[in-house]
């Protein structure tokens, strides 16, 4: 039976086409969230996601008319994959409870309960669109989720050189920009935090003089063995955006 809601909270659920630990990751990674939280023209900018008891999450929602929205976020119970309770510790006060149950192996429900102090604050927060809000945010959640599809593309080559230079021309910037994308193109370095949790976000100019940009989020910087990264599309403001290609190209590819 569907959670019926008091009169002090906002609830709304969802069933999703995926697993429930991937439907988790997304919803606690910031390279992720980047790509789906808030409501329909809004965009998301995280400055720190702390996923843990006690760790914050810090971000910004910008509308369509650039108004930006502070918001920060205390978590209070992280116990992956099932649940997360969060406060939200700035305007508007509430606490957010976030379930997530296996449907089978390949879906997932997810229910977002919004509780309030008192039916006062929940009314205020929902004349300014928080019912509407929520449920664009759960309907772009289950947008980017469907182009998940689980599939592996391998490719292997051997190469005539030592390990430590292999790392390397993956790794510094001066390198990359000698030998990595298609032939003609070129490639812009932006910005290169080589760290785990960093950035590399470049542009690729083609024949034609436009850029495509990039950005790269180090999972793995194990010194010449193992990289491990997650690559997404961004504008030139290094904001998330649709694979500008292929309709069903991926929004995101985890590569080891």
Same mark, same amino acid.
């Given at each position: =039976?569907? &959670?019926?809601?008091?009169e ?7 069933v999703l086409?995926?697993? $429930?630990?991937i439907?988790?990751r997304?919803f606690?990674?910031?390279e ?15 400055? &720190?996601?702390?996923?843990r008891?006690?760790?914050?999450? !810090? ?11 502070p918001?920060?976020?205390?978590y ?15 305007d508007?006060?509430f ?11 390949q ?12 039916? $006062? ?15 664009? !945010?759960?309907a772009?959640?289950?947008?980017v ?13 051997e ?8 790392? $390397?021309?993956w790794?510094?910037?001066?390198r990359?920009e ?10 812009i370095?932006?910005r290169a ?10 542009? =690729? ?6 850029? =495509? ?7 793995d910087?194990?010194?010449f063995?193992?990289?491990? &990264? ?13 694979p500008p290609?292929v ?5 995101? =590819?985890?590569?080891t």
């Amino acid at each position: =039976m569907p &959670l019926i809601a008091q009169e002090n909270q906002i609830i709304e659920s969802r069933v999703l086409r995926a697993p $429930r630990e991937i439907v988790f990751r997304m919803f606690t990674e910031a390279e992720h969230v980047s790509h789906w939280w808030g409501p329909r023209g809004f965009r998301t900018h995280t400055t &720190l996601m702390e996923v843990r008891p006690g760790g914050l999450w !810090t971000h910004t929602m910008i509308g369509p008319d650039g108004t930006e929205y502070p918001n920060e976020v205390r978590y209070e119970i992280v116990d992956a994959p099932e649940k997360l309770v969060y406060e939200h510790i700035n305007d508007p006060l509430f606490r957010a409870t976030i379930t997530f149950t296996e449907k089978g192996a390949q879906e997932t429900e997810i229910l977002f309960v919004m509780d309030f102090l008192d039916v $006062r604050l929940r009314n205020a927060v929902a004349e300014r669109g928080a019912v509407e809000g929520l449920q664009d !945010t759960l309907a772009r959640f289950e947008e980017v989720l469907s182009t998940y599809t689980g599939e592996e593309f391998v490719l292997i080559r051997e190469l005539n050189a030592p390990r430590e230079l292999v790392y $390397r021309s993956w790794t510094e910037p001066d390198r990359l920009e000698k030998w990595f994308g298609p032939a003609g193109t070129k490639l812009i370095v932006k910005r290169a935090d080589i760290r785990e949790g960093g950035h590399f976000v470049y542009g =690729m100019q083609l024949p034609d003089g436009n850029t =495509m940009w990039g950005r790269w989020t180090f999972r793995d910087l194990t010194p010449f063995s193992r990289i491990v &990264l997650v690559t997404s599309f961004v504008d030139e403001n290094e904001q998330p955006i649709a694979p500008p290609m292929v309709k069903d190209f991926p929004v995101e =590819m985890l590569s080891t």
